[in-house]
C-alpha cells in the first residue's frame, strides 16, 4: 500500500512556463514533506521542505504548496529552466525521521525548448 | 566536506557471491540509511541507523545485513546474491531533524 504517491510518471513542460509536481499522501502521522530531484547516476539531492505547520514554503524559484485537508501537496517551479529536467521524488516522514523517509515513485519533468 | 560517499559506483555479482556496499559521511550525522531503487520506482528503505551500535530494519530487509561500528561508515551486506536484487542502492545521512543527504548510488547488477 503505497503511503506516497506521485500518479504522474512524466510531465513535459515548455521552456519559461510553469511546472506543477503533485503528490498526495495517505498516513496522516506524516508531518514533514521534502522534494528531492534526481538526475541519471547521481543521488537525490535536497530540494524543499515543509512542515505540516505551514502550508507554504518558497525557495527561489520553487515553491511548495500543502494542503492537509487533501493531503495533497504540490511543487511549482516557475520560470521552467532547461536544467530543471529531472526526476522529482516527493518523500515524507513522520516526527524526527529517524527511521527513514517514505518516497513516491517519482515526476519525470522534461522541460521543452 | 565530501558528505555522502558509495564505493563501488557499479558491480557485476553472480547468483550466490557475496559483496559488501561501503558508504561513508564527514558531516558527523547520527542517522545514516541504505535505501535500493528499482525501475520506475522509489526508494524503498532496507536497513536504518540512529547511531553507532544500533541498527534496525526497514521495509525490505531481507537478503542484507549491515553493522555501524562508528559513526562514519555503515556498510551493507549482502550475502547470497539473487537477481532480484539487482537495484540501485542509495546510501543517506541525517542529523536530528535536519535534511537527509545521499551518496550518488551503487548500481548492482546480479546474474
Request: with cysteine; glycine share 8%; net charge neutral.
Amino acid at each position: 500500500d503505497q503511503q506516497v504517491k506521485q500518479n504522474s510518471p512524466s510531465l513535459s513542460v515548455q521552456e519559461g512556463r510553469i511546472s506543477i509536481l503533485n503528490c498526495d499522501y495517505t498516513n496522516s502521522m506524516f508531518d514533514y514533506f521534502l522534494w528531492y530531484k534526481k538526475y541519471p547516476a547521481e543521488g537525490p539531492t535536497f530540494l524543499i521542505s515543509i512542515s505540516s505547520i505551514k502550508d507554504k514554503n518558497e525557495d527561489g524559484r520553487f515553491t511548495v504548496f500543502l494542503n492537509k485537508s487533501a493531503k495533497h501537496l504540490s511543487l511549482h517551479i516557475v520560470p521552467s529552466q532547461p536544467g530543471d529536467s529531472a526526476v522529482y521524488f516527493c518523500a515524507a516522514r513522520d516526527g524526527e525521521g529517524a527511521d527513514g523517509l517514505t518516497f513516491g515513485k517519482g515526476t519525470h519533468l522534461i522541460i521543452q525548448p | 566536506n565530501a558528505g555522502v560517499t558509495q564505493t563501488p559506483k557499479f558491480r557485476i555479482l553472480k547468483i550466490g557471491q557475496s559483496m559488501t556496499l561501503q558508504c561513508t559521511q564527514d558531516m558527523n550525522h547520527n542517522y545514516m540509511y541504505w535505501y535500493r531503487q528499482d525501475p520506475g520506482m522509489g526508494l524503498k528503505l532496507i536497513y536504518y541507523s540512529v547511531g553507532a551500535g544500533i541498527t534496525d530494519k526497514g521495509e525490505v530487509p531481507n537478503g542484507y545485513n549491515v553493522s555501524r561500528s562508528t559513526t562514519e561508515d555503515f556498510p551493507l551486506r549482502l550475502e547470497l546474491a539473487a537477481p532480484s536484487q539487482t537495484s540501485v542502492y542509495f546510501c543517506a545521512s541525517q542529523q536530528g531533524k535536519e535534511t537527509q543527504y545521499f551518496g550518488p548510488g551503487t548500481r548492482l547488477l546480479v546474474l
